[in-house]
C-alpha cells in the first residue's frame, strides 16, 4: 500500500502542527500540574475542526477519510505537548462522536452532531464501572423500561471527560440473561438529565488536564429516543467505538514519539561528556536508532489499520495489534528518551518526564495489552 500524502493531507498536517504549536502549548506546564482542562483551547480546536473529523459536512464535520483522520490526529501529537488534552479530544471524537455518527438516527445526528462538532458539547464514553474495567459482562449499570422511556441506575468509573462532558454514551444491561452480546443497550444521556450528575474526580500519574471521574445514574429517565442503535445492540456500538479508537487514538501517539525523537537526537548532538557528544555513545545511539524504528513500525500499522477501517467489513483484529504495539512502542520511546536526558530527563524543565507520565496509561485504556494480547489469540483460534 502506498500512504504518500496527498496535497491535501500535507496541507492539513502542516495547518494542524501550526497551530498546536501556536495555540496549545504555552502553560502546559502549569496547567499539568494544577491539572487544569482548558475550555478555552477546546474552543479553539473546534474552530479548526479536531473534534468532528470525520463527521459529514452536513452535521457540521470535516468529513475526514479515517487514514486522512489518522494523519491529522499524528499531527496533533506532534504538535501538542499537552498530551492531556490531546487525550480529551480523543475520547470526545472516537469513542462518542463516532459511535453516534455510525449507529445514531438522523434526529440524534442532526440533534447532537453539530454541538459536538463546533465545541459547544463535550462527549463521553462510559462502560467502565468500579467492578468492571476489562470484564464487561459483569457491568451492574441497568435501565429497565418506564413508562415510553427508559430508567438508568448505576455508576460509571474512570470516564474521560466525566467532570466537564455534557453527552455521554452509556451502556446499560437490558438484558441479564442475554448478556453483554444482547442484553446490554447504548444511551445518549444529556448532563441536564434529572438523576444523572458527575460524581467525583480523580487524580492520576499522568494525562493530568484530561479531566476523568465517575458518573452516577440515580432513577435517571431517558425517552425512548435515547438508545442508540438497537435495543440489546450496545456491544455493536461499543465494537465501533473501540476499533476507531484503538487505531486512531495511537496515531496521536505516533506524533508524540516523533516529537520525542527529534528532541533526544538534538539533545545527543549538543548535550557533550568525556570530550565529545553523547550521540558518539553506542549506548546512546542504539536508543535512539531504536526509537526510530518503534516510529517507522508504528506508523506502518497504524496507517494500514486506518485505511482498513474504510475498507474491511471488520478492523477489531487490525485495531488490537495495533493498539497493543504502539502504546507499547510509545512507552519504551519515552522511558529511552528520559534515559537519554539523564538527571535532565528527570527534571519538569526538559518536558520529557511529563511525556512519560502520560505515555504509562497506553497500555492500560482502551483495553490494556494483556486484553488485546487475549484478542489477538482468540482470533488465531487459541
Known sequence: MDFSFSEEQKLLRESIVKFAQR??????????????????????????????????????????????????LEALGYGCRDGGLSFSLCAHLLACVVPLMTHGTEAQKRRYLPGLCDGTLIGMHAITEPGSGSDSFAMRTRAERCGAGWRLDGTKSFISNAPVGDLAVVFAVTDPAKGFHGGVTAFLVERTTPGFFAGRKLEKLGLRTSPVGELVFQDARVPEDAVLGTVGGGAAVFSTAMDWERILLVACHLGTMERLLETCVTYARTRSQFGQPIGKFQAVAHKIADMKVHLEAARALTYRSAWRLAHLRSASLDASITKLFVSEALVRTALDAVQVHGGYGFMTEYEVERALRDAVGSTLYSGTSEMQRNIIARWLGL
Open 23 to 72: 495555540e496549545l502549548n504555552p502553560g502546559v506546564t502549569q496547567r499539568d500540574r494544577e491539572q487544569t482542562f482548558s475550555r478555552e483551547l477546546w474552543r479553539k480546536c473546534a474552530r479548526i475542526g479536531l473534534p468532528g473529523l470525520p463527521v459529514p459536512e452536513d452535521y457540521g464535520g470535516s468529513g475526514l477519510d479515517s487514514l486522512s483522520c489518522a494523519i491529522a
